[in-house]
């Protein structure tokens, strides 16, 4: 309806849109070996996607064995392995299922789309040009200039470029980074099952609802916004 106010949807970017796990952990390895470290493997890794690289490394760590002139050398080695592959003719980083008809569907209701991401920016471009979804979001927030998730300020800014309040937008993540980033920016936060985090940890870090599928999210939107109404 044309009195309805603006709405937001931010989407996280890694366990959410697309499934980088395993070439984020390949060159967390790397980097880790590169200044023999242990390497933290996929499972561990799995636990920091969503975090910005610096906090992401220090988390993984083991405690007293790395320092800030380590964690410095370790983000370079990480993103110059990254890069390498991504040149690779087989890299491999798919969007996860449903994400094209969701986001064709949630375009039909006019409402605005972001992404909040721990990557930089120049790994989210590469992101959003290899799947063709270039000019599909109207903001997009990443690392380079704001603290790592859950720290809120890529949400504020998300709102404050589009003219959007709180109660009518929204961050979908796969993680408790992204609910927590959420929940303190005053958001409907959503989590989803097929990501990083299990249900349980979302739940547990202020989830509103999780989902199993992307195409349960329209529909959810419209019964928590409420069709031509501000948000509760």
């Known amino acids: 309806m ?21 070439a984020i952990a390949h060159c967390m390895d790397h980097a880790f070996a590169a200044h023999d470290l ?13 975090l910005s ?3 992401a490394i220090r988390k993984l760590a083991a405690p007293g064995m790395i320092d800030d002139a380590i964690i ?4 370079a080695a990480y993103k110059a392995a990254f890069f390498e592959l991504r040149q690779t003719p087989d890299f491999y980083e798919p969007l ?21 991401t721990g990557k930089a920016r120049r790994g989210l471009d590469a992101v959003l040009a290899r799947n063709a979804l270039e000019g599909r979001f109207v903001t997009l927030q ?15 800014a998300a709102m404050d470029e589009t003219g959007v309040d709180a109660p009518n937008a929204v961050i979908i993540g796969d993680t408790a980074y992204d609910i927590e980033m959420g929940r303190a920016a005053g958001m409907l936060s959503i989590g989803v099952s097929w990501g990083y985090h299990d249900i349980e940890t979302l739940n547990n870090a ?16 419209e019964t928590m916004w409420g069709t031509g109404r501000d948000a509760a």
Not at 2 to 21: K, M
Not at 142 to 156: A, E, Q, V
């Open 72 to 75: 410095e050398g370790v983000t």
């Open 142 to 156: 990443t690392c380079d200039n704001h603290p790592s998730k859950p720290h809120p300020s890529m949400l504020h």
């Open 206 to 221: 202020g989830a509103h609802a999780v989902i199993d599928h992307f195409d349960q999210l329209p529909g959810l939107l």
């Open 96 to 116: 996860f299922p449903g994400v094209r008809e969701m986001l064709a569907e949630l375009d039909t209701r006019n409402w605005l789309l972001g992404v909040a």
């Open 38 to 50: 242990d390497c933290p493997g996929l499972e561990k890794t799995r636990t920091i996607i969503g």
């Open 2 to 22: 044309a009195n309805d106010p603006l709405r937001l949807v931010v989407f996280d970017c890694d366990g959410t849109l697309v499934d980088s796990q395993h």
């Open 53 to 55: 690289l610096p906090e």
